[in-house]
């Protein structure tokens, strides 16, 4: 067998799509141009015109306060008093009302309207910078990085106000060294309710009475904690509420006249506690502003804003506080808060609305007018109408004040549909695309997808090696000559057009050779494109599959429209076969001459008796995919939809019936996902040698399942029920999922030390053996006599002979015609140690799931099961109608099933595209005190999003052993040449054994076309967002869906590979066996 060159040629195809997804993805998410200029307070022109320096004038407030409590949605702080039965979240929040009502010329509550992505970072860039985040930043909130613009943390700074911090961390990573004083606290164990909330009180209210602060920010975690651990509609929910209202009427009662109040939350939350998207639940926080001095009209207006955009919260606190507004804010000030004339009631001149519209609008303009020299992605007729637009304005505003007249209601208007029509221009030139990046990420996916149909179907020709040097050396000839001529004439090399120009380079000249070489004196090397009317019905399914990922309501849908093309597609397979003439015996016809076709090889009934196995295989797999519809979770367009209750943790949980229910069915699901993996290596024999794989089925899995269920008890376990045994609860909830990870990595470790499952069973003792004649041998699956007759090989030892390229006839067998040495477990050498692996990653992926999931992935055992015999008997039965090519090749149907699945399960066990599915809480099992770096955690919210694309992907090689595994007796001619003595018994995987050529060039079709099919999703959701870029759903929908399908593709790439090593190890590890067997003397 051929191992590094299929593994070398795998690894190049590999790296092929992740350079075409590097290109596209770097073309079309790119990161909006940061104007790393900030503003001082000589820049900031008093209303006459004059220079000064703004920041020496007394401020409106002196002092101001921000709470900042996460995930604060709007209906969170609404009152309704006629509301009788409110639900855990509702009317938590009195003081809100209270005061609004009572006091309204001191406070307001209004509506605060994030910009997506609502994660907590983004939001805390945008309400300190003023700046919109682009959509790429959503991948920073596991790695915060200091904020470079300018902001309000810098301005304080700079204007020399004392600002202490406390609460979240993330803050302190975004503005390091900003604050006067820091007082952070982890924020990403969301399990934890209260250390956060709790550090905050202990030091808000002396910060408050002492007199070292001028602003002091806190922000509070524990309403999103509880979100994201509990949901809103939780008792827990209504806890924190109250308690976030008991803090706020406390401060109001130590403010002074001379302070501000804001109270504020930086996103919302879905009905599950998530957030991420853009819906409005996940948009719409709660802005409430109090002073003890009045600060509003007495009653609301009509001008008064319904939704206040978190943009305006920057220039309107810069202004508020004194302090000039940061360069890049495109916010526009909160006209309810300036008086409509100029202030001076205190003795000291305040801004009016128009003051404050103009100051705000000249450093609008004057941003535009810097970005605009430093990216060119705003429209110039747009620019020119902002320009025209503010130069009016401008000399409209000049002219007013230097005539001694209060600017006219109009101007005013006119100042904020500027501000307003800068924000949209804005808005919707960040989507800065690079069409010449993106053109070349599609061309390099799309060569990649013709090499691996290429090589699927030239396996043997290019499994050979050779054809893959040249490519490499000239890829990187060219990648090296372009970066020195970019070095030469611009004194920088770009990384991409390098990587670009090397690739596409590298994969031309693989096709060039490709086409000159010949198959051994058949036809051509083009050939291969005779092949693409066998693919039909499954090339159909695929382009229905990547055409569907055209169309956002498809892409909403996708977990039904997967579901529903699997079906299909298993429907298909005993049609075809019954179209063949396959699918029922067929009689002898008279009429044709002898020899024409071979003639079937088994009775009729064994025909039948197969073909009831392909037809409960089916019915096994519809009833699997109809069963898995019901974890499906929901996205926010799928309106009146209900995500699966199997989702919800147990924790969760508050009916204890129904909890103790669904732990009960959890650990069923576990105990049977075991017991069936157990008792299929038992049933083949792999569970008789004492060797570390077996050591690892037998014990380790066993043990490290029942860590799982022991786990899944404490994690389920209410707090307020058991509060005597807290720190012991904590303890295991460390301990017990911990111990599963370590024993789950054990077995893994073990099976990769001595992967081999076969047991020797000798009569008689080596030294009473001949040593000139070898012995016998036969391989069964299992010690009992049943086993034996069905699952017998005999005269193996001419197949290990052959296998050593030694062609001595064998002999030495004894008088009672049976074996002197008997190998169980041998026909299931390659498959055993793949289902051992798959059984343990899918335990361990499982743990990282909610435990409702459990049900879930017994369907898939199920699924993969049906998929797999379905595969096997319909080969099967081509065999025994003696109608099969011969060889191992896996044809095109079985590979888009199980590719096909591969989606189905993601869906199924409650993923979607979009970021506000992630399963965050997977990040804290066995962590549940958090962590202290970040690539733990985004380890393991990574493999619990994409647990379907690794098992799945470590499994493919099963669908080249499985028709092998479940050959039937006498089976065998017509499946490898035909070249076998009559009557000779199924040798199931051995067959392997004797021709490692064919062997190679099997396993490197079977990658090569699941590549395939998994490359033209990943090229189908790239020219979605390509073509569709400007499209009203583009990155609600389209942008997500192309982010997790490149991802899935590098993940299941990465694990194809990972299967593909374990199975060349296996490889080694028989060769190793056979020549440790077989006597010297005998060789």
Not at 479 to 498: E, I, N, T
Not at 503 to 524: E, H, I, P, V, Y
Not at 532 to 542: E, M, Q
Not at 1044 to 1052: D, L, R
């Amino acid at each position: 067998m051929k191992r590094f060159p299929v593994l070398a040629l795998l690894l190049w195809l590999c790296a092929v799509f992740y350079v075409g997804i590097f290109l596209f993805v770097g073309g079309f998410l790119l990161v909006r141009l940061e104007v790393n200029k900030s503003s001082f307070c000589g820049d900031v022109l008093t209303p006459g015109g004059e220079a000064a320096d703004f920041c020496r004038g007394e401020p409106r407030f002196r002092r101001a306060v921000v709470l900042i409590i996460d995930a604060l949605k709007i209906d969170f702080a609404r009152f309704d008093a006629l509301n009788a039965a409110p639900r855990p979240y509702e009317n938590k929040l009195p003081v809100l009302e209270e005061v609004t009502s009572s006091r309204p010329a001191h406070s307001r509550l209004f509506p605060f309207r994030a910009d997506p992505p609502t994660t907590t970072m983004q939001r805390i860039k945008g309400f300190t910078t003023g700046s919109l985040p682009t959509f790429v930043d959503v991948g920073n909130n596991f790695a915060s990085s200091a904020i470079l613009e300018d902001n309000l943390m810098h301005q304080l700074g700079q204007a020399g106000k004392r600002v202490v911090f406390m609460g979240d961390d993330t803050w302190e990573s975004l503005f390091p060294k900003k604050f006067h004083r820091s007082l952070p606290f982890p924020s990403f164990n969301v399990k934890d309710l209260h250390t956060v909330d709790n550090g905050i009180l202990q030091h808000l209210y002396p910060t408050m009475e002492g007199t070292d602060w001028d602003v002091i920010i806190a922000h509070f975690l524990g309403v999103d904690h509880c979100g994201h651990r509990f949901g809103p509609d939780h008792p827990a929910m209504a806890d924190k509420l109250t308690q976030m209202d008991g803090v706020i009427r406390s401060v109001i009662g130590r403010l002074e006249n001379d302070t501000l109040l804001v109270v504020m939350g930086d996103h919302g939350m879905t009905d599950t506690g998530d957030h991420g998207g853009e819906s409005l639940k996940e948009t719409d926080a709660a802005l409430f502003l109090y002073s003890p001095a009045p600060i509003f009209p007495s009653s609301r207006s009509e001008a008064e804003p319904e939704v206040v955009p978190q943009t305006d919260l920057v220039p309107t606190l810069a202004l508020l506080l004194g302090i000039p507004i940061p360069y890049s804010s495109i916010g526009q000030v909160l006209l309810p808060i300036f008086p409509q004339d100029t202030d001076s009631t205190d003795g000291h001149s305040h801004l009016s609305q128009a003051e404050a519209l103009w100051i705000n609008a000249k450093q609008v303009n004057r941003f535009l007018e810097t970005y605009s020299h430093m990216a060119k992605d705003i429209p110039p007729e747009s620019l020119s109408v902002l320009r025209a637009k503010f130069s009016r304005l401008s000399s409209e505003y000049t002219s007013a004040v230097q005539g001694g007249r209060s600017p006219s209601p109009e101007l005013v208007a006119a100042l904020q549909s500027y501000l307003s029509a800068v924000r949209e221009t804005c808005r919707a030139s960040w989507a800065r695309f690079h069409p010449l990046k993106m053109a070349a990420g599609i061309a390099i996916l799309v060569t990649a997808c013709v090499l691996c149909y290429a090589v699927s179907e030239l396996s043997a020709v290019v499994g050979e090696g050779g054809l893959l040097r040249a490519p490499l050396v000239a890829g990187t000839v060219v990648g090296v000559c372009v970066a020195m001529a970019q070095l030469a004439a611009w004194g920088y090399a770009d990384v991409a057009s390098c990587l670009g120009t090397g690739t596409l380079s590298s994969q031309l000249l693989f096709l060039w050779r490709l086409r000159r070489t010949r198959s051994k004196g058949k036809a051509s090397a083009w050939a291969w494109w005779r092949a693409l009317p066998r693919l039909s019905v499954p090339l159909l399914i695929l382009l229905l599959r990547c055409s569907s990922l055209l169309s956002d309501s498809y892409v909403v849908a996708e977990g039904r429209v997967a579901t529903f093309l699997l079906c299909s597609l298993g429907i298909y397979v005993p049609l075809r076969l019954n179209w063949d003439g396959l699918l029922l015996p067929v009689s002898p016809d008279p009429q044709k001459p002898a020899g024409l076709l071979p003639s079937p090889t088994q009775s009729p009934s064994a025909v039948r008796r197969e073909s009831l196995t392909l037809l409960a295989c089916l019915g096994a797999l519809v009833g699997s995919l109809y069963l898995s519809l019901s974890f499906h979770g929901c996205r926010e367009e799928q309106g009146a939809c209900e995500p699966s209750p199997f989702l919800t943790p147990l924790a969760r949980v508050q009916d204890s019936r129904l909890r103790n229910l669904h732990y009960a069915l959890s650990v069923a699901s576990l105990a049977a996902w075991t017991y069936a993996l157990r008792r299929w290596m038992r049933h083949y024999g792999n569970l008789n040698c004492p060797g570390p794989a077996v050591f690892a089925a037998r014990w380790l899995l066993p043990l490290a399942s029942v860590c799982a269920g022991l786990y899944w008890a404490v994690g389920s376990t209410p707090e307020e029920s058991f509060r005597s045994l807290a720190e012991l609860i904590r303890l295991a909830a460390t301990t017990l999922p911990r111990a599963a990870f370590a024993l789950l990595g054990l077995g893994a470790a073990l099976l990769w030390l001595d992967p081999l499952t076969v047991f020797l069973k000798a009569r008689q003792q080596a030294h009473q053996l001949s040593p000139a004649l070898p012995p016998r041998y036969r391989a069964s699956t299992g010690i009992s006599p049943q086993a034996e007759l069905h699952h017998l090989i005999p005269q193996l030892y001419q197949r290990m002979r052959k296998s050593l390229e030694d062609g001595e006839p064998a002999g030495g067998a004894e008088g009672d015609g049976r074996p002197a040495v008997e190998a169980y477990g041998l026909g299931t050498v390659y498959s055993a140690p793949l289902v051992l692996q798959c059984g343990l990653l899918g335990l361990g992926l499982l743990m990282l799931h909610p435990e409702g999931m459990a049900l879930s992935f017994l369907l898939l055992l199920l699924e993969a099961a049906a998929l797999l015999h379905l595969h096997s008997s319909s080969t099967s039965l081509a065999v025994l109608q003696g109608a099969h090519a011969g060889g191992f090749s896996v044809p095109w149907a079985p590979v888009l099933l199980w590719a096909l699945a591969t989606t189905q399960f993601f869906h199924a066990t409650g993923h979607l595209p979009t970021f506000p599915s992630i399963q965050w809480g997977a990040a804290f099992v066995g962590f549940p005190q958090g962590h202290t770096g970040t690539l733990l955690p985004a380890t393991l919210v990574t493999l619990n999003t994409f647990s379907a694309h690794i098992l799945f992907a470590v499994g493919c090689p099963l669908l080249l052993f499985w028709p092998l595994v479940c050959e039937a007796r006498g089976g065998r001619r017509g499946r490898a040449g035909g070249d076998s003595d009559e009557g000779e018994d199924a040798v199931m995987e051995m067959r392997l054994r004797e021709k490692p050529q064919q062997f190679s060039s099997a396993l490197l079709q079977l990658a090569a076309r699941y590549l395939f099919v998994h490359g033209a999703q990943v090229l189908a959701s790239v020219c979605a967002a390509a073509i569709l870029r400007r499209h009203l759903m583009v990155w609600k929908v389209f942008a997500p869906k192309l982010m997790f399908e490149a991802s899935g593709f590098v993940v299941t790439s990465a694990f194809l590979l990972f299967g593909l090593t374990l199975v060349m190890r296996v490889d080694v590890a028989v060769g190793g066996w056979f020549k440790r067997l077989i006597p010297d003397e005998s060789r």
